[in-house]
C-alpha cells in the first residue's frame, strides 16, 4: 500500500511552494520560442577551460581536503580571497575569517536566515515586488511580512516608516526580525537603491533596532553609473548582514554563496547549516579559491560585462522602438544586472495575458509572481541575458503584438 504523505506533511512542509518560475519556463523549452524569462547566466561566460585545469590539479595534488568532509563555516583560502575581493570592490575593511560563512548558493543563506528567525508570530520586511527565492524561503517558516512598494531608487521608506512605527505604537515591534533588500539591480525590478536610502535604511534599523540583510548578487555586474557603497559598509556587520554568491560572477554550478556578518551572527549561521548539510563541498570551495588566485576576477568579468551591457542595449532599443507609442507603458533602465522590469498599463494582468504570449511563443516571468501575496501585476519581468540579440528583437516585437491582443480583449 503506498503512504498516505498528505496526513503527515509538517506545517512547515505545507507552506512550501515549487518555483512558479520552473514551471512557467517548461513552456520556453520549444525551438520556436523566445524566452526572457530565465534569469541564468550565458554558459559562454564560464571559464571552463581555466576551472577544468584547476579541478584536475586540486582533485590530484589537494585530495586529502577536496575529497574530504571540511569544516561548517568553509574553505579558509577562499575566505582569504574574498576578504581581498570585498575591499578591492566596495572598500569594506575590518573583516577576519570569523565574520564570513560559505553557503550552498546565496539561496541557502535565505533558507537559513529564514530558520533562525522567522515563525509564525515573528515578520520581516520585504519590497513589492520581491525576489522570489526569498519569499518562499521565509515563508516557509510560517513568517509574516511586512510589505513595503518598492520605488525607482530603493523601498518607500515613508510607508516603511509607517509601518513599523505602528509595530511599535502597538507593542509589536520586537516581532519584526530584519528588512531585506536587493541593493543593487533588483530582482526582479532592475533598480538600485540610492546612497540616501541606503543611509536612511540603517538609520531606521538602528531606530527600531531590525537587522537588515543585504543580498547582492548582481553588483559586480555594472553596465553604467557609479558603485554605490553597501548598507553593509554603511551599518557595519553588526546591524548589516551582506549576501554574496559566486553564480552570476562565475558559474552558478559551483552553488558557492557567502554571508559577512558579525561574528555572533555567523556563529549562528554555522550552527544551522550543521544541521543542514555538515558543510558545503570542499572541492568547489578549493576550485574558486585557486581560481581567484591565479585570475583576476574583475579583469575576466569584463568580456562578460561587455556582453550582458550590448543586451541590455539591444532590449532597451527595441522597446523603445516598439512600445514607446503604447500610452501607460514603462520600464525600469537598470544600470546593471541580468532583469528590464517592464510595466503595462493600469488594468493589464500579465498573469491572464501569459496565455496570449504562449501563442505567439515569447516567455516573460509575469509580475504576479514576484508579489508577496497573490495579487495581479501590470508588469513582468524580462531578462536579456540568454537569447541571442536578433532574438531580442524578434521577442519585443512579438510581445507587442501579445500586448495590444490582450489589450484589445
Ligand atoms: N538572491 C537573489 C536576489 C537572486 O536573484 C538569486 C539568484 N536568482 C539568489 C539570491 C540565489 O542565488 P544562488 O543561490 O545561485 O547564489
Redesign the pocket.
Known sequence: MVVNLEGKISKIGQNMKSSIIREILKFAADKDAISFGG?VPDPETFPRKELAEIAKEIIEKEYHYTLQYSTTEGDPVLKQQILKLLERMYGITGLDEDNLIFTV????A?DLIGKLFLDDESYCVLDDPA?L??INAFRQYLANFVVVPLEDDGMDLNVLERKLSEFDKNGKIKQVKFIYV?SNFH?PAGVTTSLEKRKALVEIAEKYDLFIVE?D??GALRYEGETVDPIFKIGGPERVVL?N????VLA?GL?I?MVAGSKEFIRKIVQAKQSADLCSPAITHRLAARYLERYDLLEQLKPTIELYRRKRTVMLNALEEYFSDIPGVKWVKSEGGLFIWLTLPEGFDTWEMFEYAKRKKVFYVPGRVFKVYDEPSPSMRLSFCLPPDEKIVEGIKRLREVVLEYGKE
Open positions: 534569469g548558493g546565496s539561496q541557502q535565505l525576489y527565492g526569498a536587493v530582482n543580498d548578487p548582481y549576501l554568491t559566486f553564480s552570476k552558478p552553488r554563496g
